[in-house]
């Protein structure tokens, strides 16, 4: 179950990037390629996220699709199965172009000087992580 380990890097970022603010949400984009089971993975957040300032923070997660570019005709698809095939000519020479991604997009902070009640949030964007996009070796 690496969602498991996902989901310990994933809290062990947002608490960094929140400086001791409390973490509301926690967006990730995930590619198709990853293989990812978002239940298991929103699960293992729970898990891990209990003690922290990320306790109780949704786990918004956006799947990319597939695509690749095909090494042979040179057309862009986006690739739903396996194996991996171009949609115009149904060739295999593939190159991936997107479905790998595992980041943190962003974060949503609670402002440390509002109180609760207010709700007051600010967003910050995180690049693309590259301790992210390592997990399950590949890049």
């Given at each position: 179950?690496?969602?498991l380990?996902?989901?310990?890097?994933?809290?062990g970022i947002?608490?960094?990037?929140?400086?001791?603010?409390?973490?509301t949400?926690?967006?990730?984009?995930?590619?198709h390629l990853?293989?990812?089971?978002?239940?298991?993975l929103?699960?293992?957040?729970?898990?891990?996220?209990?003690?922290?300032?990320?306790e109780?923070?949704?786990l918004?997660l956006?799947?990319v699709p597939?695509e690749?570019?095909?090494?042979?005709?040179?057309?862009?698809?986006?690739?739903?199965?396996?194996?991996?095939?171009c949609?115009r000519c149904?060739?295999?020479?593939?190159?991936?172009?997107?479905?790998?991604?595992?980041?943190v997009?962003?974060?949503?902070?609670?402002?440390?000087?509002?109180?609760?009640d207010?709700d007051?949030?600010d967003?910050?964007?995180l690049?693309?992580?590259?301790?992210?996009?390592?997990?399950?070796?590949r890049?």
């Amino acid at each position: 179950m690496h969602e498991l380990s996902i989901a310990d890097a994933l809290v062990g970022i947002a608490e960094r990037h929140a400086a001791g603010r409390r973490v509301t949400a926690v967006e990730v984009k995930v590619g198709h390629l990853r293989q990812v089971v978002p239940s298991a993975l929103e699960f293992a957040f729970e898990l891990v996220a209990e003690g922290t300032v990320v306790e109780g923070a949704r786990l918004e997660l956006e799947e990319v699709p597939a695509e690749g570019r095909c090494r042979d005709c040179g057309s862009q698809s986006v690739m739903d199965g396996f194996p991996l095939a171009c949609g115009r000519c149904q060739g295999l020479n593939m190159e991936v172009i997107a479905g790998e991604e595992l980041l943190v997009d962003a974060l949503e902070l609670e402002d440390a000087l509002e109180s609760e009640d207010t709700d007051a949030r600010d967003s910050a964007s995180l690049p693309n992580l590259s301790e992210m996009t390592t997990i399950g070796g590949r890049r």
